[in-house]
T-cell receptor, first 111, second 115 residues
Framework: LAKTTQPISMDSYEGQEVNITCSHNNIATNDYITWYQQFPSQGPRFIIQGYKTKVTNEVASLFIPADRKSSTLSLPRVSLSDTAVYYCLVGVYQAGTALIFGKGTTLSVSS | NAGVMQNPRHLVRRRGQEARLRCSPMKGHSHVYWYRQLPEEGLKFMVYLQKENIIDESGMPKERFSAEFPKEGPSILRIQQVVRGDSAAYFC?????????????FGPGTRLTVT
């Protein structure tokens, strides 16, 4: 599985857009890029997944450049409730594949 | 549609006792995974099960830990003779059968404290 690197922590204020970048230089052809969110004292929650270009859902956008060696999770207009740890995962995640979590990025949103 | 359910949410055991953690997957999900999160660390995979089968237990400690997912009832993670180092949050996740890129649905976790 591709190794990922993301910032340990980020700070933001309510209403700002937050972009968290993840580096995955040795991503394989069949790998997908997946982001999970974990609130304190809760299990992780799937946010978004993509293979290339841009993916958008009601929660976030995921930008993936053509070389796929990095990806950026974009959270528009964050609120206090977006304070959480965000994990970037890269791999071929089919049924039966264990998820490999790194330390993630701790996002702190202040008012 | 109820999500993944885990119980108990909090469990306190003294050293040497047994801990049993239960997980009921989402309806229709046949794959169950257990992860452990030690304080200040990321989640680590422990075991992957399907009904009545352990498929991958590469992340399970070699001793004192066992898991099952019977034909009927929840999946159970069992820790025998607990030690202080077993104190952690244990998360269960489930996923639907086969498919390409997919997501795992996590439960709220069981926080085990060994005193």
């Amino acid at each position: 599985l591709a190794k990922t690197t993301q910032p340990i922590s980020m700070d933001s204020y309510e209403g700002q857009e937050v972009n968290i970048t993840c580096s995955h230089n040795n991503i394989a052809t069949n790998d997908y890029i997946t982001w999970y969110q974990q609130f304190p004292s809760q299990g992780p929650r799937f946010i978004i997944q993509g293979y290339k270009t841009k993916v958008t859902n009601e929660v976030a956008s995921l930008f993936i450049p053509a070389d796929r060696k990095s990806s950026t999770l974009s959270l528009p207009r964050v609120s206090l409730s977006d304070t959480a740890v965000y994990y970037c995962l890269v791999g071929v995640y089919q049924a039966g594949t264990a998820l490999i979590f790194g330390k993630g990025t701790t996002l702190s949103v202040s008012s | 549609n109820a999500g993944v359910m885990q119980n108990p949410r909090h469990l306190v055991r003294r050293r040497g006792q047994e801990a049993r953690l239960r997980c009921s997957p989402m309806k229709g999900h046949s794959h169950v995974y257990w992860y452990r999160q030690l304080p200040e660390e990321g989640l680590k995979f422990m075991v992957y099960l399907q009904k009545e089968n352990i498929i991958d237990e590469s992340g399970m400690p070699k001793e004192r830990f066992s898991a099952e997912f019977p034909k009927e009832g929840p999946s159970i993670l069992r820790i025998q003779q607990v030690v202080r180092g077993d104190s952690a949050a244990y998360f269960c996740a489930s996923s639907p059968p086969a498919g390409a890129a997919y997501e795992q649905y996590f439960g709220p976790g069981t926080r085990l404290t060994v005193t």
